[in-house]
Nanobody, 112 residues
Framework: QVQLVESGGGSVQSGGSLRLSCAVS?????LGWFRQAPGKEREGVAS??????????YYADSVKGRFTISRDNTRNTLYLQTDSLKTEDTAVYYC???????WGQGTQVTVS
C-alpha cells in the first residue's frame, strides 16, 4: 500500500516559482503529478519512471521547459519544481502512482 502527502503549494505571481513535494510511504516505480483546475478534468503534468541508476521523465507540452520532476529515493520524496508559473497553472496538484491507484490529497497552487 502507498500513501502520498503533497506539500509546497501556495500563491505566487506570474513568473514565480514553487517547489512541490510529495512524501511517499511505500514504493512505486512510477510516480507523477496531475493537476485539476476548477471545472476541468484532471490532467497529467509530469511523471518519472525509476530504474537503478536511471530516471525517465515525461512532461506535458504545456509545462515542458518550465517544470522539473525529480525523486529522492533516500527520503522517499517526489518533487515538482515549477518555474515561470503562469495563471493557467493555477490548480490543485496531486501526486499519483503510475497505476493511478493511489493519490495524495492535493496541494493548491495559485498564480496571479
Amino acid at each position: 500500500q502507498v500513501q502520498l502527502v503533497e506539500s509546497g503549494g501556495g500563491s505566487v505571481q506570474s513568473g514565480g516559482s514553487l517547489r512541490l513535494s510529495c512524501a511517499v510511504s511505500g514504493y512505486a516505480v512510477t510516480l507523477g503529478w496531475f493537476r485539476q483546475a476548477p471545472g476541468k478534468e484532471r490532467e497529467g503534468v509530469a511523471s518519472g519512471y525509476t530504474l537503478p541508476g536511471k530516471y525517465y521523465t515525461y512532461y506535458a507540452d504545456s509545462v515542458k521547459g518550465r517544470f522539473t520532476i525529480s525523486r529522492d529515493n533516500t527520503r522517499n520524496t517526489l518533487y515538482l519544481q515549477t518555474d515561470s508559473l503562469k495563471t493557467e497553472d493555477t490548480a490543485v496538484y496531486y501526486c499519483v502512482t503510475g497505476d493511478g491507484n493511489y493519490w495524495g490529497q492535493g496541494t493548491q497552487v495559485t498564480v496571479s
